[in-house]
């Protein structure tokens, strides 16, 4: 893609990565793709907001060279020093070595530690403004959204806000507004981004957010770092986020389970059944054949999960247990919960998934079910019941 001019005078220099399948090690699937977002302001100040992974840095130099000469940067804004945004820093530096640097005193601090040299940093604070001629950029502190040195950069003039990784979705685009895109894809991966990324940092998510409306700011457009700009539907996604945040949640239940010889399958069909009597959403996952990463995206706004596991080596299946160690880490906010499932000569699956669901802060509102071996029609009619009441709780 060439650079693309978002607001007059604010450029897209950024980089597509249709290809990429992983992020974060292996900890999250990217099967759209991403993109790696950097803006070039002009200005009587030139300034740069933020890079590019270091796999696309030649690309997005050339970008930057179809506009400006690189070395013409008077500014450089580094919200978020995670690699996949300043991978570019070091190549960037060869051709503006006299630019002074604008970031988080947690971000100086990492910058230095992946990329030690001599550089003019300017450490910024919440409401700490610099004026580019016709623009006043404002600084406003973001730490744990989601590194500690995380910040966002608010152009006054312009209503634009350029948050990092906040609002971002992994997507490869070939057109770079929400409004040009698939609308359901783009809040779906929005969605999934939320839940798998920023779930253990919902209530900082909250005051955020609510510290930005106290401000004052007007936003007409957010530029994130992955994925599509928000300029149709700005107000949407920042609703989204206030929802996410507070954990408020549908008549939902998302099961998921994992099972050797069918029989906690079958246990989970009857409780989904039972769920469904009560008018309850049901989403049913086997751990073993679905995409972790999914799964949690349908946690984030259920009111109940519900894990099931048959007994191997007096414990959960693999699949589970790892569902459950993702689940764990992440917290999702205000969750009920069950655990269920069949054993052979020894249980230890179902104790073993309370315990980690307690970890994950989810409330148990029911005694784990448990069935010897294959549940017979009347296992089944308690497998029902079972989960009608917790309908019923939802």
Not at 38 to 56: A, G, P, R
Not at 251 to 279: C, F, H, P, Q
Not at 297 to 326: C, G, H, Q, W
Request: charged share 25%; aromatic share 10%.
């Amino acid at each position: 893609m060439s650079t693309i001019e978002i607001k007059k005078g604010i450029h897209w220099v950024g980089t597509v990565d249709w290809n990429i399948r992983s992020f974060h090690g292996p900890a999250y699937h990217t099967q759209r793709g991403t993109s790696y977002n950097s803006y070039l302001i002009l200005d009587e100040k030139i300034t740069l907001v933020d890079f590019v992974d270091i796999h696309f840095v030649e690309e997005w130099i050339r970008k930057i060279q179809q506009i400006i000469d690189p070395s013409e940067i008077d500014y450089i804004i580094v919200n978020h020093i995670e690699p996949d945004h300043s991978g570019g820093f070091p190549k960037i530096m060869e051709y503006a070595s006299n630019a002074k640097i604008f970031c988080s005193q947690k971000g100086k601090e990492g910058l230095m530690a992946h990329y030690p040299g001599e550089y003019r940093f300017e450490v910024v604070q919440t409401g700490d403004c610099i004026h580019l001629g016709e623009r006043t950029i404002q600084f406003i502190e973001a730490p744990m959204l989601h590194w500690p040195d995380s910040m966002f950069t608010y152009i006054e003039e312009e209503k634009l806000l350029m948050p990092n990784d906040a609002f971002g979705q992994h997507i490869a685009f070939s057109k770079i507004f929400d409004d040009e895109n698939d609308q359901c894809i783009v809040f779906e991966e929005a969605k999934k981004y939320y839940a798998n990324i920023l779930t253990p940092f919902s209530s900082l998510v909250v005051k955020k957010i609510e510290e930005i409306v106290k401000m004052g700011l007007e936003i007409d457009m957010i530029a994130p770092s992955h994925g599509v700009i928000w300029r149709s539907y700005p107000d949407k996604i920042i609703e989204k986020y206030m929802q996410w945040g507070k954990g408020e949640s549908e008549r939902k239940a998302v099961i998921v389970y994992d099972t050797m010889w069918n029989s906690t399958e079958k246990m989970a069909n009857a409780i989904m059944e039972g769920l469904m009597s009560e008018g309850v959403d049901v989403r049913l996952y086997r751990s073993s054949i679905t995409d972790t990463n999914d799964i949690i995206t349908e946690i984030l706004d259920a009111k109940a999960v519900l894990v099931a596991s048959s007994v191997i080596n007096r414990t959960m299946l693999p699949d589970v247990a790892y569902f459950l160690e993702e689940l764990a880490g992440l917290k999702p906010k205000d969750k009920i919960g069950a655990s269920f499932g069949s054993y052979g000569w020894s249980k230890g699956a179902v104790a073993n998934i309370e315990k980690k669901m307690k970890e994950a802060g989810i409330k148990l509102v029911k005694e784990g079910l448990e069935i010897n071996y294959v549940p017979m029609k009347e296992d089944l009619k308690v497998c029902f019941e079972y989960g009608k009441e917790i309908g019923k709780m939802i």
